[in-house]
């Protein structure tokens, strides 16, 4: 099983502030990456998908990078509704794993 | 506009089978770009897949909880079903399903999610 890690656990920052959040890959998913964002009594919402393509209808301030094991979602700017958790989460043939999240709060 | 809604009790006893329905409306579950998949969430814990089905009835499952799942699919109800037997307090989640593309990673869109308690 591939085991995702992220770091940080949590990120403190300012609104406006730029936010890099990372995610590594116990062995190669090549570009087979998602990244989603929670908030609290809500279901995950899809950001970005293959590692750096954009969802549909997401702000142009979330972006992805990275491939094979190291990977980062970057959002230039903090608006006050990006507060949230962040998670990772990879596909190697037919096993799904999500990393443990990062929390994005408010400094 | 695609959306998914699950159902089910939202308290099972420990040692019994939880039983969850998602319905599918706005599209047809017989599309065969998509497969169908559950997820689940401990309160305050990260997300775990428990796995997917095709409208064929196709399936995969997580390995950690093959031994204890089952997944149908009711193609003229548009609906995919979750029974997770022998539950424990450790099986208490949210339990959300989604759909994935045939050729890709992620989940989108997903259901609202559904609480199940396990206790006595």
């Known amino acids: 099983e591939v085991v995702l890690t992220q770091s940080p656990g949590t990120l403190s920052l300012f609104p406006g502030e730029r936010a890099t959040l990372s995610c590594r890959a116990s062995?190669?998913?090549?570009?087979?990456l998602a990244w989603y964002q929670q908030k609290p009594g809500q279901a995950p919402r899809l950001l970005i998908y293959?590692?750096?393509n954009r969802a549909t209808g997401i702000p142009a301030r979330f972006s992805g990078s990275g491939s094979g094991t190291d990977f980062t979602l970057t959002i230039s700017s903090l608006e006050p509704e990006d507060f949230a958790v962040y998670y990772c989460?990879?596909?190697?043939?037919?096993?799904?794993?999500f990393g443990p999240g990062t929390k994005v709060d408010v400094k | 506009q695609l959306q998914l809604q699950e159902s089910g009790p939202g308290l099972v006893k420990p040692s019994e089978t939880l039983s969850l329905t998602c319905t599918v409306s706005?599209?047809?579950?017989?599309?065969?770009?998509?497969?169908w998949d559950w997820i689940r969430q401990p309160p305050g814990k990260g997300l775990e897949w428990i796995g997917t089905?095709?409208?064929?009835?196709?399936?995969y499952y997580n390995p950690s909880l093959k031994s204890r799942v089952t997944l149908s699919v009711d193609t003229s109800k548009n609906q995919f079903s979750l029974k997770l037997n022998s539950v424990t307090a450790a099986d208490t989640a949210v339990y959300y399903c989604?759909?994935?593309?045939?050729?890709?990673?992620?989940?989108?869109?997903w259901g609202q999610g559904t609480l199940v308690t396990v206790s006595s």
């Open positions: 089905i095709y409208y064929s009835g196709s399936t």
């Open positions: 293959d590692a750096s």
């Open positions: 062995q190669s998913v090549g570009d087979n």
């Open positions: 989604a759909r994935r593309d045939v050729r890709g990673v992620n989940f989108q869109p």
């Open positions: 706005g599209g047809s579950i017989t599309n065969s770009y998509y497969y």
């Open positions: 989460q990879q596909r190697t043939n037919w096993a799904f794993t």
